[in-house]
């Protein structure tokens, strides 16, 4: 095949133009002559086959003279057309010259033609096998049929299922034992198809990019071929429709080989898998209730129609959400499906920031197949990571929008209101591209992440400005405390002394100026207790020096009302949140004192004990 190749390659474009319209009028020659002669429904694959793959394979080695499939894709048409025109000879009922030789050329080919067409699905799309393992297994299949082929051209093996009317042109002894040992090697055949089958899978789950749609182009031809003729095959007991449906595997795969408006084909697939389930399903029903149970229960055929209906209209429902979740694996993977992408982010949305934004980055990771995804936060000049899947995933510093850019690495900006508030960073496996519905449903995330990140920043800046509140309180406080303790209490300290020992002088000049004296320094002692609990108001002493606990401990003893009290065991915790905390408990104590009757002001009821538990 490489030697043709090579040959066509170096000849001059006119040469190959002229030896392509010669093949391809050889072709028609051949099939139009032998659907001239008849038709016959058993032959009938053979002549869609021949016309389809030559026409297909002509076009992809003009269009693409290097292209290895596109030869073999020829070679499997010409095979093919050659089987049928001979078939179609050695079919006609009237004598036909030569129709011995021209019927025999037409059966012994077939364990060529199919180990062909097999070779030629393997070698899907680029005419390379998927590794150079499965030469040697090409290389078996292509000797076991050259020895099927030769059986089958020696012995008259395949004149029976064939049914030619021409008999073979060979009389070579021991035909007896020939079909004898047919009856089990024909069975290669079974394993022909298995041995391509097996080799599509292996590439599919190693395809990436291009090549991975290129192969859903050609299942899904093949699938809707297959499901065409079971359908035909179950409703009007013949293959017809099937038979009509495989011109689609080389129209389908020359389209993606070529990559002619090669669109995302996932939706096409998963919705003809749950359309043809859902048709085999009913088929089946049909035939075990009208079929199977009328041979059995006498019952009048409109009755078991209708009995048809009801059971295929109760099952339908939950049958085709069983079938829409196989078909969603099958063609996704272990992909999530976009509305379950997108709500499994809306259940996160209750997480704290940092988790969220971590599951942004997994939600993303999941719906695009992706090995790496980071949410960042920022402006197109300084981006920061905030969220990234995996988890592992090595941390990087800040970086500009325009150094996000690399190797695999796909950046979508998060823009709201004009402005850029953030950036997705997508790594995919080597060779791999978004799909089309991968780039919506990107595009989807990002819009949701942008709305994210703009209520997180908020958030942080309400957050910051109550911080700066309570900071800037506490600091008033602080303040107000410093000023009474060095400023108003110390003088009036001061002059409490002076009274003292001027109550002293005071006692040698009469008892009664000694007790004014005494009374103006009770007084001014009371002054200066009443400003210093005013300064501890402000800021408890004991807040300061032993914690939060002690603290309200403190206030739970002065309420005027019984209070329980419960405190964890956090350890000293920061002093504005311990500030906050305190002034929240009294503030609250406060409140219930004054609405509980009989308590006044919080005067009434202060010798209550209160009942206090510590935790």
Known sequence: MSAATEAHDQAPPTVREAGAALVALVVATLVGYGWYLGFHLENVHNGLIGASFTAVGLYVVRMRPRHREGWLFVATGVLHAVMFFGRQYGLHDGPLVGASWLGWVGAWP??????????????????????????????????????????????????????????????????????????????????????????????????????????????????????????????????????????????????????????????????????????????????????????????????????????????????????QRLADRLVYGHRATPYETLSRLSAHLEDPPQDLLDAVAATVAGAAGATEVVVWVGDEHRLVPRGRWPAATVDAGPAMLAELDGPRRLVRPVVHRGSVRGAITVRKPAGESLSATEVRLLSDLVAQTGLIIVQLQQAQEIQAAARRIVTAEDAARRRIERDLHDGAQQRLVTLGLELGALAKQAEAGGVAMADRVKQARAQLLEATAELRELARGLHPMVLAQSGLEPALAALADRSAIPVRLHVAEAGRLPRDIEATAYYVVSEALTNAAQRTPGTGNGAAGAGRSPRRTLR
């Open 110 to 323: 077939l364990p060529l033609a199919i180990a062909l067409a097999g070779w030629t699905f393997m070698a899907f799309p680029d005419g390379r096998l998927p590794s150079p393992r499965w030469r040697f297994a090409v290389v078996a299949m292509m000797a076991v049929a050259v020895v099927l082929a030769v059986v089958s051209a020696l012995w008259p093996v395949e004149y029976d299922r064939i049914g030619l009317a021409a008999p073979h042109p060979l009389a070579v002894p021991g035909s007896e034992v020939a079909d004898r040992v047919w009856d089990y090697a024909q069975y290669c055949y079974v394993l022909f198809q298995v041995l391509w089958t097996v080799a599509i899978v292996v590439r599919i789950r190693r395809a990436r990019g291009d090549e991975a749609r290129q192969m859903r182009w050609l299942v899904f031809a093949v699938v809707a071929a297959i499901v065409l003729l079971v359908v035909g095959l179950l409703a009007f007991g013949s293959p017809v429709p099937g038979l009509l449906a495989l011109p689609l595997i080389p129209v389908a795969a020359g389209f993606a080989i070529l990559k002619f408006r090669l669109y995302d084909i996932d939706p096409v697939i998963n919705k003809s898998l749950v359309v043809g389930a859902m048709l085999l399903l009913i088929m089946a029903a049909y035939v075990a209730i009208v079929v199977g149970a009328g041979a059995v229960v006498p019952a009048d055929e409109r009755v078991l129609a209708l009995v048809t209906t009801a059971v295929v209209a109760v099952a339908f429902e939950p049958l085709r959400r069983r079938t």
